[in-house]
């Protein structure tokens, strides 16, 4: 018996979390309400593209080489990895197929070390201090940088002297934390690695004026075929979402394979 057309989907997908401003979990109707809105207004407008705080990293050098291109940004997390990951982001999901977002030119983003005297960060460096100076390359530069994104290197521990004191206060310093023998392969959930964990995918914002209308914000299309999945922050705004009939018109379109509505804690308590 051969398995249903759509059967295997949900690992193809790429995940964008959000959540309305300054609203973590839901608690009261209105805020769950408040996310219902942020939905409908999604599922009619599409994503919007915004441009990156440098509070997420988004700079190889601060004030010089830093992403400026409006974006998207997605994760390939699979759902029941992404705790961490909704945590920074936003409680409620959006799963596109890997597909659609490669035709609108998503790409995983390339991971560069923070170390000052790494050969591949020093030569992105160089190539796009030059690309930014040199007038017809500022195009090119923008791509580049925003399509950057750093990681932390952990501390290393063996360089640490319990055994000498401070000569200032005379106060001996804390002993370097013993590591077990398998540290070096696990994971570190939203530690020192927490951006390269990301697995990011993004999508920029063309600054091409042919493509582009002024005054006009471009958008990521939320509709079937392309939208697989909705992760929403609980049972209880899932129940709300099913029987909106405006959401439920927007998903379940004839000839179309269904968006899977389902809920965070529905995903995280398995």
């Known amino acids: 018996m051969s398995s249903p057309k759509y059967a295997q989907i949900h690992r193809q997908l790429l995940f964008h979390w959000t959540a309305p401003k300054k609203l973590g979990e839901p608690r009261k109707r209105s805020e769950r309400l408040a996310y219902l809105d942020l939905l409908k207004g999604i599922l009619n407008e599409g994503l919007r593209f915004s441009t990156p705080g440098s509070e997420h990293a988004e700079w190889i050098e601060r004030g010089k080489i830093e992403a400026s291109r ?31 977002i490669m035709k609108k030119g998503g790409r995983p983003v390339i991971y560069v070390p923070n170390a000052r005297n790494d050969q591949f960060r020093k030569s992105l460096i160089e190539v796009l201090r030059m690309a930014k100076e040199t007038p017809g390359l500022e195009e090119h530069y923008g791509i580049l940088a925003s ?50 964990e990301d697995r990011e ?70």
């Open 70 to 100: 409006p974006m998207i940004c997605l994760s390939e997390w699979g759902l029941a990895d992404s705790r961490a990951h909704a945590g920074r982001y936003g409680k409620m999901g959006f799963g596109f197929t890997r597909k659609f």
């Open 147 to 196: 399509s950057l994104k750093a990681y932390h290197f952990p501390r290393d521990i063996q360089k640490a002297r319990p055994d000498i004191g401070s000569k200032k206060t005379g106060t001996v310093p804390r002993r370097p934390k013993v590591l077990p023998e398998d540290s070096g392969l696990r994971l570190d959930f939203g530690g020192i690695f927490s951006n390269l």
């Open 201 to 270: 995918w993004r999508i920029l914002r063309s600054t091409n004026r042919k493509s582009v209308s002024p005054g006009q914000p471009v958008t990521l299309e939320c509709s079937p075929g392309n939208l697989a999945m909705i992760v929403l922050p609980d049972h209880q705004t899932l129940s709300l979402a099913l029987q909106d009939e405006g959401i439920r018109e927007h998903l379940f379109v004839p000839e179309q394979p269904a968006v899977c509505l389902v809920s965070k804690e529905m995903i995280f308590s398995i």
